[in-house]
């Protein structure tokens, strides 16, 4: 998928969050392009020796780390050291996820994790949260989901494929509706809600999850503990 924001940026953030793997550790692979900058950087230091092995959280991601030689795993098989994702959205170590419909997995991986390391360019970094939360459905509960989230207050879109007539479907085999909150004062309550609602498989809030953001900037990386 194609994304706004700073590639040179998210290059940066992703490479500063590569390094900190030490030999021998489980990565999860978060989905997106600035978590891909961090994947090509794990493959050239396979290449180079490092013993590394990726747990991915898409189709995607799963793909790039195969094209780059880094071996992967599974939750099943190993339990990761530390997960290296992006965010659509960044507030302290509160997250808006899922501009690329990976969510579910992404958080199941992330929070399976002993750090989740979040990268980032500074388009990301917000005071408040407030773009729409992704919120994956089961097909049938496309609709009841949808007024759930009116009842509190949003405005539900089923997102739309690119390049193919109708929704994008998840690789869950599942339907998004990306829904406008605006500014969210309550992210854990909110959260709590969603999950709440029967038919929903996962949401893109990412509440106090994240340890530490690697931040690309136009010199650098960034590291800002939370
Ligand atoms: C995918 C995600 C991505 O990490 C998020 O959309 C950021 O993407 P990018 O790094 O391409 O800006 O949550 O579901």
Redesign the pocket.
Known sequence: MK???NNAQ?RRAGEAAADAVADGQVVGL??????AHAIRALGRAVDAGRDVEGIPTSYQSRELARKVGLPTTTLEEASPDLAI????QVVGSDLI???????AR?KLVDAAADRLLVVADET?LAEALSVPVPVEVLPDAREPVADGVRERGGEPTLRAAERKDGPVVTDNGNLVLDCEFGEIDDPAGLAADISALPGVLEH?LFVDMADAIYVGTDEGATVRES
């Open positions: 994304r706004g924001g998210k978060g989905t997106g392009s600035t978590a994702d992006g965010a659509d996820k899922g501009g690329g419909a990976a969510h992404e990301k893109g």
